[in-house]
């Protein structure tokens, strides 16, 4: 079955999705860089980079969905004006996306559509026709007449295949029948992923492809070194963060954190390239001298492990370091999708 991708970034959720004998044959994307990125990583699919609010190209994106037959529709609208993470505004007009995509649903009318956001969305309204409106019952009254189940679920990205969590709203929807989740699958810790990579202090390099450290300042690493796995630099009695003129930095629990050995990573963002941000630090190990190695952020290579990318996963070449951060910090862990689509109704 062909298939169309909304709100489409890089591709990263659409991994998988051949597993599962769906072409995705069209795509569309706001920003002009992800859609090339997408381009080279999908090359078999038409691309239409532009906003979807925009009348000519919605309807550039739906006719072409329709000359390709889709009959499955993904989604991954932006998230922000939802997220914990962001600053969760009244009325983000992020939030009203969602409309552009159930009406596509409702013209194009394939047989399964899968709608991935943050948790929040559960909880967040939107304005139809001036009305203040639950996302979840405006889906419901906009679908259920054209005989769509649908299946508001949160599940973990830890739960399916991927070394990380991530909880996410999903809906799956479909007109054979009401679309369930698969089993559960078992966990995979940090070190059943990762531990086998080389050793790699900052600004060093290996031989492995994208495994290279980011270059940090002496300060980041001397009391990184000083950080066991699991614990935040901040609770460090003597080595703890500080600004150059020697003033104590404070924070946040999760900021200045190395990440557990033992359970799936917390949640891969945007700011993965920051020590100073969330659970980014690498875990390290205890040496001899009672430092702790890998004083530095995740490497690229560790980052595409931990969401689950497979192993010839390759950016273009001319993809920033940042910018392919940001895109899997903002990406849906593709294995995720690929266990969703195991149980998708015949």
Known sequence: MNGISLFANVGIAETYIKNHNINIVVA?????????????????????CGDITNADIYKEILKNAKNKKCDFLIATPPCQGMSVAGQMKENDPRNS?????IKMIKELQPTHALIENVQGILKTCILVEGVDTKVLDYIN????????????????????????????????????SKWELPQKLAKITVKEAIAHLPRLESGETSSIK???????????????????????????????PKKADGTRIKGFATTYKRIEWDKPAPTITMANGSVSSQNN?????????????????????????????????????????NLIRQVIGEGVPPKLIDSLLSSMPK
Not at 166 to 176: H, N, Y
Not at 285 to 309: M, P
């Open 281 to 321: 630090v690498h875990p390290g190990v205890l040496l001899e001298d009672g430092t702790y190695s890998n004083a530095r952020v995740l490497t690229l290579k560790e980052i595409f492990i931990l969401t689950g990318l497979p192993d010839d996963w390759n950016p273009p070449q001319w993809a920033s370091e």
């Open 28 to 48: 569309n994307e706001l920003l002009e860089k992800r859609a090339e990125f997408h381009q080279e990583m999908h090359p078999n699919c038409k691309m239409i």
């Open 97 to 101: 996306l969602i409309q552009f995509v």
């Open 141 to 176: 009254q906009e679908l259920e007449p054209l005989k769509y189940f649908v299946n508001p679920v949160v599940v973990d990205s830890a739960d399916y295949g991927t070394p990380q969590t991530r909880k996410r709203a999903i809906f799956l929807i479909s007109k054979t």
């Open 210 to 240: 994208y495994h290279y450290a980011k270059k940090h300042n002496e300060r980041h690493i001397s009391f990184l070194k000083h950080t066991p796995s699991g614990k935040t630099a901040l609770h460090n009695k003597v080595h703890y």
